[in-house]
């Protein structure tokens, strides 16, 4: 057997942007690498902070962006993913640029999803942050501009610790109890959702109990990126005789 190089690191194809903060990453959360069921290469965007990216549009940001991305894949990523739904702004941008897979939001799923319901029902979408998830970020995304959509910025705990950073710890019951009123009012605002999307990469870890609450499928950056690896890795399930 001959064995072929040509790049840095091995065994690890997906290459994640992330966001330069210091909350508490548990358990699901995209930056916590313990989440995944696959290994995954990270870098720290520099002064990508969630309260610029999210509040501001990442302006001036997509230069560190485009450079850090191409650093994953000269390393040895074969894909690239982001650590913030909003970067959906840069999807096109950082595609032509490293010449790789890339998927920068949750949100490119909504038209997939949208495809599955049945007749009348829609997607829609929690995000951390409703008042700044702009027309530009949805249609960066493919999603319908009238989407439903509910955030967390009037919550007790996601909101602050997430993008205003006022502290390093994060009280996790309440942090879920934001994401689940959240979820609630997009039901009860729009009864016709069918399925609800997560925008936020750090929502993942109350995805479940977001489902047993709305009793709707939820998918969020967990399901895109575990879609991804799978197109990147496929499964092989056993040699294959090829004539």
């Known amino acids: 057997m001959i064995a072929y190089g040509?790049?840095?690191?091995y065994g690890a194809p997906l290459g994640i942007l992330m966001l330069e903060a210091r909350f508490p990453r548990i358990q699901g959360d995209m930056g916590n690498a313990g989440t995944w069921p696959f290994p995954v290469l990270y870098r720290v965007v520099k002064g990508a902070s969630p309260e610029r990216v999210v509040l501001h549009g990442a302006a001036g940001l997509l230069p560190s962006f485009l450079e850090a991305a191409a650093e994953l894949v000269s390393v040895g990523a074969e894909a690239i993913t982001t650590n913030c739904g909003f970067l959906s702004l840069f999807q096109r941008e950082l595609a032509a640029h490293v010449g790789v897979p890339v998927?920068?939001?949750?949100?490119?799923?909504?038209?997939?999803?949208?495809?599955?319901?049945?007749?009348?029902?829609?997607?829609?979408?929690?995000?951390?942050?409703?008042?700044?998830?702009?027309?530009?970020?949805?249609?960066?995304?493919?999603?319908?501009?009238?989407?439903?959509?509910?955030?967390?910025e009037d919550g007790v705990e996601f909101f602050r610790v997430l993008i205003l950073g006022e502290k390093q710890d994060m009280d996790v019951g309440l942090a879920a109890a934001d994401v689940l009123d959240a979820g609630r009012r997009l039901m009860?605002?729009?009864?016709?959702?069918?399925?609800?999307?997560?925008?936020?990469?750090?929502?993942?870890?109350?995805?479940?109990?977001?489902?047993?609450?709305?009793?709707?499928?939820?998918?969020?950056?967990?399901?895109?990126?575990?879609?991804?690896?799978a197109g990147v890795r496929p499964r092989e399930f056993g040699a294959l005789s090829v004539a």
């Not at 040509?6 to 690191?9: E, I, L, P, Q, S």
């Not at 949750?106 to 951390?128: C, E, F, N, Y």
């Open 6 to 9: 040509g790049k840095a690191v």
């Open 103 to 152: 998927a920068t939001s949750a949100l490119m799923q909504v038209p997939w999803v949208q495809a599955m319901l049945p007749p009348g029902k829609r997607v829609g979408v929690v995000t951390v942050s409703a008042g700044s998830l702009t027309p530009r970020h949805l249609e960066a995304a493919g999603a319908p501009l009238d989407m439903p959509v509910v955030g967390t």
């Open 188 to 229: 009860a605002r729009h009864p016709e959702v069918g399925a609800v999307v997560l925008e936020c990469t750090n929502m993942p870890p109350y995805a479940a109990a977001l489902r047993a609450a709305l009793g709707v499928p939820v998918f969020d950056v967990y399901s895109l990126v575990t879609w991804l690896q």
